[in-house]
T-cell receptor, first 114, second 114 residues
Framework: DADVTQTPRNRITKTGKRIMLECSQT?????MYWYRQDPGLGLRLIYY???????NKGEISDGYSVSRQAQAKFSLSLESAIPNQTALYFC?????????????FGDGTRLSIL | QQQVKQSPQSLIVQKGGISIINCAYE??????FPWYQQFPGKGPALLIA?????SEKKEGRFTISFNKSAKQFSLHIMDSQPGDSATYFC?????????????FGQGTTLQVKP
């Protein structure tokens, strides 16, 4: 089983709909992240959480919200989806430790908004 | 603005050749520079990383070269193999106190021809 699991893997929806992307992890990491990947732009950080009570905005948080339901679960919501939110979304986790810890990514959710 | 600029956008190399991907950064506070490798349908995975106190780091066929004065770093893949065909992202972060926030480059799609 994957250590970082994202659901759904693919989603097609319409403008104005509310969408939730879910991420769960079995790595026991405290830190979790949501990124979006767009061609030619790389990965950009949307939100990150260093523990259950800690939520922080990233580079591009407008139009998104998150919820950290437990250490192992971090969900991303689009309250009213718009076409320019069509992208590949990744959840990642990292350990809390000395120095920079590697981030471990899920396999992504491909989201299309019509 | 893009704080980490990556080039080229795509690269084709013959098997056995050397693949070189370059990144430039602006923020002198960055102190951690990882490279991530992403295969189709998968999330990125840490390949190799360097800190600015060294000019080069080698792991197998993969080498990072770092030029602090020029604010540039590059990934060299020696004896490139078809299995190296993937998208490569450079990244940077600041705060040796482990902020966990990565700024990614735009990505380079590498194709190694047999």
């Amino acid at each position: 089983d994957a250590d970082v699991t994202q659901t759904p893997r693919n989603r097609i929806t319409k403008t104005g709909k509310r969408i939730m992307l879910e991420c769960s992890q079995t790595k026991g990491h405290d830190r979790m992240y949501w990124y979006r990947q767009d061609p030619g732009l790389g990965l950009r950080l949307i939100y990150y959480s260093f523990d259950v009570k800690d939520i922080n905005k990233g580079e591009i948080s407008d139009g998104y919200s998150v919820s950290r339901q437990a250490q192992a679960k971090f969900s991303l919501s689009l309250e009213s989806a718009i076409p320019n939110q069509t992208a590949l979304y990744f959840c990642a986790t990292s350990d809390l430790g000395q120095g920079n810890q590697p981030q471990h990514f899920g396999d992504g959710t491909r989201l299309s908004i019509l | 603005q893009q704080q980490v600029k990556q080039s080229p956008q795509s690269l084709i190399v013959q098997k056995g050749g050397i693949s070189i991907i370059n990144c430039a950064y602006e923020n002198t506070a960055f102190d951690y520079f990882p490279w991530y490798q992403q295969f189709p349908g998968k999330g990125p995975a840490l390949l190799i990383a360097i800190r600015p106190d060294v000019s080069e780091k080698k792991e197998g066929r993969f080498t990072i070269s770092f030029n602090k004065s020029a604010k540039q770093f590059s990934l060299h893949i020696m004896d490139s193999q078809p299995g190296d065909s993937a998208t490569y992202f450079c990244a940077a972060s600041k705060g040796s106190g482990n902020t966990g926030k990565l700024i990614f480059g735009q990505g380079t799609t590498l194709q190694v021809k047999p």
